[in-house]
């Protein structure tokens, strides 16, 4: 595929902005600025209108109708599920499994996995700095089988201790289940070399990949991930579609997370045999549309290319940090070196609910709260952030009406 960066020689973002046209609306009489991208990303034409062609066009179920329109149906369905596994570099499309998002991923492996594999007494792994989807369904499946669950300590600047990581490793632990890139603070973390460590003592790895996907380059198998989850509404693509990235072995030897249609090989009166993969994890009918659409996302960050995205981000966020760090009571929280585009911060004096509301009524969309995030939010005795998340369409000029907006609030409010 052509990548932005031969069509264009330099990024030009006006020129992206207009695949968006959501970007063009007005929110209480004011142009929209969107910074509200780690939680929902905004959706090209390209997806908008290969939607609406699923259902005007070809809408019909999957896998086991002969009519034309299910036999296109399930190419477009098949045929995401192989640009999935491109996108990823995953090696076999069996490891490829549609969810709802990243939530029902990370569900999927703690209740199979989970329920078959960890004994009274086993641990599991999770970083300070998780997402309450990478937290509640480990607290649940530990309570079942009575396992431990112990958390990976982050330094004030937000990145995970290394060494406490290692001090933690032991033959006890049988998952380790870690985000790749945090919500709340931005940080990356240094996935490849978690992941090796926890091979090292026989602990499978979950990366939960929520955050990372639209913004870094993804190659499981270099990284060498267990499992990887993701969402399709944080990649420019619809919601209620995800994706469970799973080594072939292992989800072949993990049984069934729900029963119904389409996972079964046979059902008797007595029982039932289970589907090959990855159909064995997709009972009932699949989320086909928004499946369909999902492709139409990658293709278009394809199309702009990773490399001209993370620079962009990249730029956007330096020049953010820099800016917001003139503000006098602004303190930034989550400084590790390797970041993506999450600026978040709090204000002294000034709660940050206050400072989202008096911002929207200037356009500006930021999230503000705990961000899924409570406990980390305890680690920093906070209760909560203001978070502007950049995405590949933002500008430096919104970027810069953002920090005037700010500064009027913040005026106004102390
Ligand atoms: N993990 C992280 C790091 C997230 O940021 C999110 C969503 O904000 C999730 C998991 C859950 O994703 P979803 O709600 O799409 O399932």
């Known amino acids: 595929m052509e990548t932005y960066r031969t069509i264009h020689s330099s990024y030009d973002v006006e020129h992206i902005r207009k695949d968006f046209p959501i970007l063009h609306t007005k929110v209480n009489n004011k142009s929209l600025v969107y910074f509200d991208n780690a939680a929902s990303t905004q959706k090209p034409l390209s997806v908008i209108s290969a939607l609406q062609e699923y259902y005007t066009t070809f809408n019909a179920n999957i896998h086991r109708g002969i009519h034309t329109l299910a036999e296109r149906a399930t190419h477009e369905f098949e045929t995401t599920r192989e640009e999935v596994r491109k996108f990823i570099n995953a090696s076999a499309r069996e490891e490829i499994i549609f969810t709802r998002g990243t939530t029902e991923s990370i569900n999927l492996v703690a209740s199979s996995w989970g329920r078959a594999f960890l004994k009274p007494g086993d641990e599991i792994l999770l970083s300070a700095m998780e997402h309450h989807s990478n937290m509640v369904p480990w607290f649940i499946v530990a309570r079942q089988q009575h396992a431990n669950v112990k958390i990976i300590p982050i330094n004030q600047q937000g990145e995970v201790i290394l060494e406490e990581y290692e001090k933690l490793l032991s033959e006890k632990v049988k998952i380790v289940s ?61 919601t209620g579609i995800g994706v469970l990235y799973g080594k072939k072995h292992l989800l072949e030897a993990m049984p069934p997370y729900q029963g119904g249609g389409e996972m079964i090989g046979e059902v008797t009166y007595q029982g039932f045999t289970t589907n090959e993969l990855p159909y064995k994890f997709e009972a009932g009918t699949p989320n086909i549309a928004d499946a369909v659409v999902l492709k139409h996302a990658i293709r278009y960050i394809n199309t702009i290319g990773k490399d001209n995205i993370q620079r962009h981000e990249n730029e956007l966020l330096q020049y953010a940090t820099e800016k917001i760090s003139e503000i006098s009571g602004v303190k930034i929280i989550g400084q590790a070196k390797e970041k993506i585009s999450i600026l978040a911060f709090t204000v002294e004096g000034v709660h940050h609910q206050d400072i989202g509301i008096l911002l929207d009524k200037e356009g500006i969309a930021i999230r503000t709260g705990h961000h899924c995030t409570q406990p980390l939010m305890q680690r920093y005795g906070i209760a909560g952030t203001n978070r502007a998340s950049f995405a590949l369409y933002n500008t430096k000029s919104e970027v810069d009406y953002f920090m005037q907006a700010l500064h009027k609030a913040i005026r106004m409010l102390r």
């Open 178 to 238: 870690i985000v790749h890139a945090s919500n709340s603070l931005g940080t990356v973390n240094p996935i490849k070399k978690i992941i090796e460590r926890a091979h090292q003592h026989g602990a499978v790895v979950v990366v939960d990949g929520a955050q990372s996907t639209s913004h870094l380059h993804i190659d499981v198998q270099h990284l060498d991930a267990d499992f990887f989850a993701f969402s399709g509404h944080k990649i420019y693509g619809p």
